[in-house]
């Protein structure tokens, strides 16, 4: 990463007027009505508001989970709505890690197969995988437990599984989505720092909450209401 001030103002995310209508039978909800915001390099963002507003639509659109009805979405300058299915994959894979509210671990699978998994996608050779793996679950503390299963975890312990998992790939972007939701206060601190760390190595960081005291470890925070952006608070 380079430490030059042109790196800092690169935008990574761009959205442009984006809107999501879900149809089920007859029945239209527009969750996001006209969603513009910008996030460059290295930037930690928070996206906060109530519950139902829109947060977790609009995740699953900047991850490349679902696209817009309406709008346009660049990821990396690179036009999402243009990509092919196998494209978006491999955008996906490449640039973002995600960390889940529900941590989304394999129950069968071993923590380092668990993490080793976007290495996999990404056609890294198998001894490589294991070695990164087990290097991403000392980062994030749990050295001594790579040949758990997640069932053998503590909920913190599994949510750092997932922010190696997050991580291992090196992505651009780490897009956490509640990451604290369901963790003790021990736990939401020792995950919320470990955000902190990946941010001051230079990742991107989007954070969705809708608490404001985690919220305020970001530099900025986009406040989220009935699918609108409602406001925008700079850290002092
Ligand atoms: N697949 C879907 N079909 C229909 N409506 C949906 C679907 N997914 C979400 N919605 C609706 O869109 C709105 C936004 O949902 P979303 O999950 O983005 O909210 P959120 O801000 O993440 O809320 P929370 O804080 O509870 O996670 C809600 O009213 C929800 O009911
Ligand atoms: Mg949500």
């Given at each position: 990463m380079s430490a030059g001030g042109a790196a800092r103002t690169t935008p990574v995310v761009e959205v442009e007027d984006v809107r999501k209508t879900y149809r089920s039978g007859t029945i239209e909800f527009e969750a996001l009505r006209g969603i513009d915001m910008r996030i460059n390099q290295g930037e930690y963002v928070a996206v906060i508001g109530p519950s139902g507003s829109g947060k977790s639509t609009l995740m699953n659109i900047l991850g490349c989970l679902d696209v817009p009805t309406e709008g346009r979405y660049l990821l990396g300058g690179e036009d999402?709505?243009?990509?092919s299915e196998a494209e978006l994959a491999h955008a996906r894979n490449r640039r973002i890690g995600f960390v889940f509210q529900q941590f989304n671990?394999?129950?069968?699978?071993p923590a380092w197969r668990n993490v080793e998994l976007p290495l996999v996608y990404a056609g890294v050779a198998r001894a490589d995988r294991r070695a990164r793996a087990v290097r991403a679950l000392e980062r994030v503390g749990l050295g001594d437990r790579v040949n758990n299963r997640p069932g053998e975890l503590s909920g913190g312990q599994q949510q750092r599984v997932a922010v190696a998992r997050a991580l291992v790939g090196e992505p651009d972007i780490i897009l956490a989505d509640?990451?604290?939701?369901?963790?003790d206060s021990a736990s939401t601190t020792a995950v919320l720092e470990l955000l902190d760390e990946l941010h001051a190595s230079g990742r991107t960081i989007v954070l969705i909450t809708h608490e404001h005291d985690v919220a305020e470890r970001a530099g900025r925070s986009l406040v989220i209401r009935d699918g609108l952006l409602a406001d925008e608070l700079v850290a002092s």
């Amino acid at each position: 990463m380079s430490a030059g001030g042109a790196a800092r103002t690169t935008p990574v995310v761009e959205v442009e007027d984006v809107r999501k209508t879900y149809r089920s039978g007859t029945i239209e909800f527009e969750a996001l009505r006209g969603i513009d915001m910008r996030i460059n390099q290295g930037e930690y963002v928070a996206v906060i508001g109530p519950s139902g507003s829109g947060k977790s639509t609009l995740m699953n659109i900047l991850g490349c989970l679902d696209v817009p009805t309406e709008g346009r979405y660049l990821l990396g300058g690179e036009d999402v709505s243009r990509m092919s299915e196998a494209e978006l994959a491999h955008a996906r894979n490449r640039r973002i890690g995600f960390v889940f509210q529900q941590f989304n671990l394999l129950p069968s699978l071993p923590a380092w197969r668990n993490v080793e998994l976007p290495l996999v996608y990404a056609g890294v050779a198998r001894a490589d995988r294991r070695a990164r793996a087990v290097r991403a679950l000392e980062r994030v503390g749990l050295g001594d437990r790579v040949n758990n299963r997640p069932g053998e975890l503590s909920g913190g312990q599994q949510q750092r599984v997932a922010v190696a998992r997050a991580l291992v790939g090196e992505p651009d972007i780490i897009l956490a989505d509640e990451p604290t939701g369901n963790l003790d206060s021990a736990s939401t601190t020792a995950v919320l720092e470990l955000l902190d760390e990946l941010h001051a190595s230079g990742r991107t960081i989007v954070l969705i909450t809708h608490e404001h005291d985690v919220a305020e470890r970001a530099g900025r925070s986009l406040v989220i209401r009935d699918g609108l952006l409602a406001d925008e608070l700079v850290a002092s």
